[in-house]
């Protein structure tokens, strides 16, 4: 029993943290007003890079680079798409989304499958002899122990920091911020290049942080899953564990139970972690009144 419980936990955060990173991107593009529906996209274009990269340099810190530009330039193109060409920011993303994927299912066709040596776990001296949660949360890999402590960096970045408000302001009233003498299309510029950068981040530890290989749409919608839990995380970055490692926790219980036996239709078990995700943002949305930014607001209502 307490082996399972283990296993249950430790696939929740290993299986949530790119999730997890996909949350913080989507909740700063959102801060300053901009949806970004392509955040699978700089996800999957992130795991990509950060493959090829590890795969031909030996080096998954040269490789986690490439994956966060690679995943940043996929947002520099949807900024300058609906922020300078004012496109319409869902059409503009799910295409980007796309083309994320197909460029990746074209190019990554040569590693398909093939191991390689990236980031390996670290166990931090006595915590990680805790029982339970001591493998569960200290025995991770580099990527994901910063993931534990990005979400309250963020958070202190947006509500604690004349920057964050300037980010939030330009999510709420540009005009107030032009007032104010800031330029709001240059934070709106860097609230998406810094959340296509944490996508990409998010793609790297799947490919060369988690699973070590690389597979056609290895993302599997997580991007997308992201997206919808930034809602459930009320855009504020210290809220986001919880969505991520419940879908997270969804994944490690469907391999879990495959892995036990038992006689459930494996089309079901696939279903688990997205429907897990749905019945906890409809517990959230009846239970806290929804705080989203005024000009995604306008962007979702045009």
């Known amino acids: 029993m307490i082996g399972a419980l283990t296993l249950l936990l430790s696939g929740a955060i290993q299986s949530g943290t790119s999730v997890l990173y996909g949350v913080y991107g989507e909740t700063l593009c959102e801060r300053v007003g901009v949806l970004y529906m392509g955040i699978e996209g700089s996800m999957v274009l992130g795991a990509f890079a950060a493959y090829m990269v590890t795969s031909e340099t030996g080096s998954p810190v040269l490789g986690l680079g490439a994956g966060m530009l690679a995943g940043a330039l996929l947002a ?74 990005l979400g309250p960096l963020l958070w202190f970045l947006i509500f604690k920091t004349r920057t964050g408000i300037l980010f939030r302001g330009t999510g709420e009233d540009e005009k107030v911020v032009f007032a104010y003498g800031v330029n709001p299309v240059l934070f709106r510029y860097l609230g998406v290049l810094a959340g296509g950068a944490l996508a990409g981040i998010g793609g790297a530890q799947l490919s060369i942080a988690y699973t070590h290989t690389w597979i056609e749409g290895i993302t599997n919608g997580r991007g997308i899953i992201a997206v919808a839990l930034v809602i459930l995380a009320s855009w504020n970055p210290a809220k986001a564990y919880i969505g991520a490692y419940i879908f997270g926790g969804a994944q490690a219980l469907q391999l879990i139970l495959q892995q036990q036996g038992y006689n459930i239709s494996p089309f079901l078990l696939l279903m688990l972690p997205y429907v897990l995700t749905l019945a906890a943002l409809f517990a959230m949305s009846k239970q806290k009144r929804q705080v989203m930014p005024e000009e995604l607001k306008r962007v979702i209502n045009n």
């Open 76 to 149: 520099l193109a949807h900024a300058y798409f609906v922020i300078t060409r004012r496109t319409n920011q869902i059409a503009t993303g799910l295409t980007l989304m796309f083309l994320g994927l197909g460029l990746t299912a074209f190019f990554g066709r040569k590693y398909t499958s093939i191991h390689v040596d990236g980031f390996r776990e670290l166990a931090i001296p006595l915590l990680s002899k805790i029982p339970v949660i001591g493998q569960a949360i200290f025995t991770q890999d580099p990527i994901t122990y910063i993931s534990f402590i």
